[in-house]
């Protein structure tokens, strides 16, 4: 099916591990972004992409690095993972740019993450 | 401070009931605006979207929202709500200063009682 897909949707982590959350699109978006959505503070926007290579900081970008080298995939890594990274994070894509991209944002389905 | 401020974080309603959620922003300029829904368990869905033009935009599912350019608001409207609607309700801003970025709201969680 059509959509952005996120794995795992799950996760229980060790404070200081690392680990990748997945993001893939299979709609040809050129943009993609991270998400992370804490109890009464929203969603907040820690990194995005307007293109394959290209990738730019968000709202609260520390302690997650991103990469876009490919359209489909726009992959999360937490290097030392730390408690206040305990979330629910949301990858979406969307079309095109500027007022494209606005009409069109996807979410995927989140992942849980819990570090302990 | 919050720049996209949701009064309500809780909102505990009956069935056909009326629907109003509170949206404020604190930017100048111009902004394009959104409402998302997120139903219990699943990803954000868009509701309605405001761009330019009659500032009173409906949405999917008998949803409306009225852009008040003078209140720095866009509140959320259902005349009759259902059950089904109990879900979290996220404002959205985009600033035409900030390229395609949305920046979210906290979110309300609407819970509709039959």
């Known amino acids: 099916n059509a959509g952005v897909t996120q794995t795992p949707k799950f996760q229980v982590l060790k404070t200081g591990q690392s680990m990748t959350l997945q993001c893939a699109q299979d709609?040809?978006?050129?943009?993609m972004s991270w998400y992370r959505q804490d109890p009464g503070m929203g969603l907040r926007l820690i990194h995005y992409?307007?293109?394959?290579?290209?990738?730019d900081q968000g709202e609260v970008p520390n302690g997650y690095n991103v990469s876009r080298s490919t359209t489909e995939d726009f992959p999360l890594r937490l290097l030392s993972a730390a408690p206040s990274q305990t979330s629910v994070y949301f990858c979406?894509?969307?079309?095109?740019?500027?007022?494209?991209?606005?009409?069109?944002?996807?979410f995927g389905s989140g992942t849980r993450l819990t570090v302990v | 401070a919050q720049s996209v401020s949701q009064h309500n974080h809780h909102v505990i309603l009956s069935e056909a009931a009326s629907l109003e959620l509170g949206c404020n922003y604190s930017?100048?300029?111009?902004?394009?605006l959104f409402w998302y829904v997120q139903y219990p368990g699943q990803h954000l869905q868009l509701l309605l979207k405001?761009?330019?033009?009659?500032?009173l935009v409906k949405g999917i599912k008998g949803f409306e929202a009225e852009f008040i350019k003078s209140k720095f608001s866009f509140n959320l409207r259902k005349p009759s709500v259902q059950w089904s609607d109990t879900a979290e309700y996220f404002c959205?801003?985009?600033?035409?200063?900030?390229?395609?970025?949305?920046?979210f709201g906290e979110g309300t969680q609407l819970t509709v009682n039959p």
């Open positions: 405001y761009f330019s033009g009659d500032p």
């Open positions: 959205a801003v985009n600033r035409k200063t900030s390229g395609s970025r949305l920046t």
């Open positions: 979406a894509s969307s079309p095109g740019t500027g007022m494209r991209v606005l009409n069109g944002y996807t």
């Open positions: 992409s307007v293109g394959a290579g290209i990738t």
């Open positions: 930017y100048g300029g111009t902004v394009n």
């Open positions: 709609m040809n978006h050129e943009y």
